[in-house]
C-alpha cells in the first residue's frame, strides 16, 4: 500500500481514540472539513473505561502539535472516512500516533478486511 498525499490538518472534534473530525488543509486557501480514522488499529469504544482512557491520551496527545495526515490512494472506510497514519511534530521529528496507541495498548492492529490481527491482540 502507497502513500498517497501528506496533508497538515487542525483537529475540529475527537469522537474516539482513533476517529476525528478534522480541517484538511488541502492546497494554498482551500480547506476541508472531514472524517478520518486512522488505517489498521482499532480502539476501543468510548462506552468502556479503555476507551475513555485512549480517547483522554489522544487529546493530550495531539494539543498544541502541528499534525500531519498519510492518505492512501483509494483507501476509505465506512461513510467514505478517509483512512491515514497520523503524525505530530514533536521537536526536529514525527511522532507515529497509530504506533503510539498500539504501544500504550490503547488500540491493537486489525487487517485491510477489518479483523483483528491475532499475531499482535
Known amino acids: 500500500m502507497e502513500p498517497n498525499h501528506v496533508k497538515e490538518f487542525t ?3 475527537i469522537i474516539d481514540g482513533s476517529t476525528f473530525i478534522v480541517e484538511l488543509d488541502l492546497d494554498v486557501n482551500v480547506t476541508i ?3 478520518i480514522k486512522l488505517i489498521n488499529i482499532k480502539c476501543h ?29 483509494d483507501k476509505f472506510g465506512q461513510y ?11 521537536g526536529s521529528g514525527y ?7 498500539i504501544r500504550k495498548e490503547f488500540a491493537y ?13
Open 80 to 90: 467514505n472516512t478517509i483512512l491515514c497514519v497520523v503524525y505530530a511534530k514533536n
Open 95 to 101: 511522532i507515529n500516533l497509530n504506533d503510539e496507541l
Open 45 to 73: 469504544s468510548t462506552d468502556v473505561a479503555k476507551g475513555i482512557e485512549s480517547k483522554k491520551f489522544v487529546e493530550e496527545f495531539l494539543k498544541d502539535k502541528k499534525l500531519f495526515a498519510r492518505t492512501y490512494k
Open 11 to 13: 483537529i475540529k472534534k
Open 33 to 35: 472539513v472531514k472524517k
Open 109 to 121: 492492529h486489525i487487517r485491510d478486511n477489518g479483523s483483528p490481527d491475532k499475531r499482535i491482540v
